[in-house]
């Protein structure tokens, strides 16, 4: 999950350690043995053959899973022949892969950058890159504009841009938006963060207006990840989806991020306190010139290559044009081989063990299907690409759809699941936003569970995992499992311990796979996206969002969208 934030994810990746341990520890094997049962489940995953899954994708032998890679290569052979196995059909004409035109960017580690005439050094200060194919950066003495939260908002009347020209300038912009600051104030979505806070669309509305550059000051508080995730996910390959030179054209000539640190001692060089310029910016839109200006110069090369989703499907009896969809990132950052010891992003967690979870769905799909009870909607399984980069994949596929949108009921995405073991609650991010929630919440009542929002609202994990891709386009899409409640009193002692070893490990080379990992709540959470599904698939009800939410005007959740 990209920057989770990211994700990626789920709030559930909070912890890390050097080594994975090799055997259960009897405390993890006692909690197993009590809980591994999936209670009242209408299927039983195979827990076997779900951490086959997740060891063999997250292995060293995989690379990190990078894009455009070895280990891509190897894990679409894996997720290919697995597919092929339970019988599923390539949903491109036959063909389980679909073609995801990218370009790979390598911003160069010698980079001489001044702001305020302070010289700034490379990850430690900030990180800087450039998403354009012209050879590398050289801009001196660009004007520094302090543009607050970034935001251009008609509906919250809100325009930190106003009355003001970019072109030729750099945008300073403050991580998250005004409601995080204020979360009483009625200011936007309050503590929850809204799309407005969001990293890519504040380096696009800085493009949008012209700016030459955007660099995001980062909190670990606002952005609800800590430096060193945004040093290892912003350095190295950076992929996006090829567009026109055009559209190309449009975006900032360098983006990237600042250290709370090196950003204070360039605005006291302005003569202005951040942290008072803070507290303004989230009670009014503003925009202040520094009076101080950047220099910027590194040499970047950009390649091409397709990259690939696979696209499975198993055709409904009677609405096969009816698609139930679910999607889960296959990809990780690859290897960095600047780092000293361990180089390779294994992302065990994220997101192996979300691929292995449709993986483990698909097969009790297809297994119902053999058995003479398909669905009466179609159902396809998007394992995608690019999603650390930005929901390259997911992106692509919304607006290239192998199957049209407006026949696409649902989308059901797991971006890291749950190895501390089973809840007595149940995390849907975003909590509120459309119908869809009410299968899962029914699906609960079987495992007597109940559905929370997430604890931290402000790190906008709803907008920052795949199924915001076609939430943007209307379907109902969801992003859920986990909890906060353990199960049981050696479930939490087990998940105390496990959190401490994975402390660290988001986006990090310690996101490995551990043997004495409890996955019991994950197949759980399994069981939970299993039956909300299929009692979508076999209904005819095309559930909408809520009136309120972003997406309502897109789908509305009304009687309407209920055939009888």
Excluded at 276 to 297: C, E, G, V, Y
Excluded at 387 to 405: D, M
Excluded at 415 to 427: K, M, V, W
Aim: glycine letters at 8%; aromatic letters at 10%.
């Amino acid at each position: 999950m990209r920057l989770l934030p990211p994700v990626c994810a789920l709030a559930l990746l909070s912890a890390c350690s050097q080594h994975p341990t090799e055997n259960p520890s009897p405390l993890a094997s006692e909690v197993s043995t009590a809980a591994n049962s999936q209670v009242n489940s209408p299927v039983q995953f195979d827990e076997d053959r779900f951490r086959k899954d997740i060891k063999t994708l997250s292995s060293d032998e995989f690379e990190g899973r990078a894009p455009t890679t070895k280990g891509e290569t190897l894990t679409l052979n894996y997720l290919t022949k697995a597919f092929k196995e339970m019988g599923l059909v390539g949903a491109n004409k036959g063909d389980y892969l679909q073609a995801v035109p990218m370009v790979t960017y390598i911003a160069s580690e010698q980079q001489t950058i001044t702001l305020a005439d302070l010289p700034l050094e490379h990850r430690k200060d900030l990180v800087l890159g450039s998403r354009h194919d012209n050879g590398g950066v050289d801009i001196s003495k660009a004007p520094l504009v302090f543009v607050g939260y970034g935001v251009n908002a008609p509906e919250y009347d809100w325009n930190d841009y106003q009355d003001l020209d970019m072109k030729g300038k750099i945008a300073v912009i403050l991580v998250n938006d005004p409601g995080f600051a204020l979360p009483n104030s009625g200011k936007f979505d309050g503590k929850a963060m809204t799309y407005y806070g969001r990293w890519d669309y504040k380096f696009s509305e800085a493009s949008k207006q012209g700016a030459l550059g955007a660099i995001i000051i980062h909190e670990t508080a606002a952005a609800s990840y800590p430096w060193s995730v945004v040093e290892n996910s912003w350095t190295g390959p950076q992929q996006d989806l090829v567009v026109d030179k055009v559209e190309q054209d449009k975006h900032v000539q360098v983006e990237g991020w600042i250290t709370m640190d090196a950003a204070t001692s360039v605005f006291e060089k302005s003569g202005l306190n951040l942290v008072n310029l803070i507290d303004r910016a989230a009670s009014s839109p503003i925009n202040i010139p520094l009076n101080q200006t950047a220099s910027i110069k590194f040499e970047s090369t950009a390649s091409y290559a397709n990259s690939y989703n696979v696209v499975a499907t198993l055709a409904g009896k009677s609405r096969p044009d009816e698609q139930v969809l679910f999607t889960a990132h296959w990809d990780h950052i690859g290897i960095d081989e600047s780092k000293d010891g361990d180089q390779i992003y294994n992302g065990a967690l994220d997101n192996a063990s979300g691929t292995a979870g449709i993986l483990e769905i698909a097969r009790q799909f297809a297994k119902q299907a053999k058995d003479g009870q398909p669905l009466d909607r179609s159902v396809t399984f998007i394992a995608t690409t690019g999603e650390e980069q930005g929901l390259l994949g997911s992106r692509y596929y919304a607006a290239n759809p192998i199957y049209p949108i407006d026949k696409s009921v649902a989308v059901f995405n797991l971006d890291s699941t749950n190895i501390y073991g089973r809840t007595l609650d149940y995390t849907i991010v975003g909590k509120g936003k459309s119908q869809l929630e009410d299968y899962l919440i029914d699906a609960l009542k079987s495992q007597n569970r109940v559905a929370k929002a997430e604890s931290r609202p402000e790190s906008g994990g709803f907008f920052r995992s795949d199924h915001f891709s076609f939430a943007k386009l209307g379907v109902p899409a969801v992003f859920a499992g986990g909890g906060s409640e353990p199960i049981d009193e050696a479930t939490a002692q087990y998940k105390t311990m496990m959190k401490a070893e994975m402390k660290g490990c988001y986006h990090n080379t310690c996101d490995e796979y551990r043997e004495d990992w409890d996955l019991s709540g994950a197949l759980q959470d399994l069981a939970i996206y299993y039956s909300a599904a299929e009692t979508l698939a076999n209904s005819q009800d095309w559930p909408g969002y809520f009136e309120g939410t972003e997406f309502h005007s897109l789908r509305a959740a009304s009687e309407a969208n209920l055939t009888e």
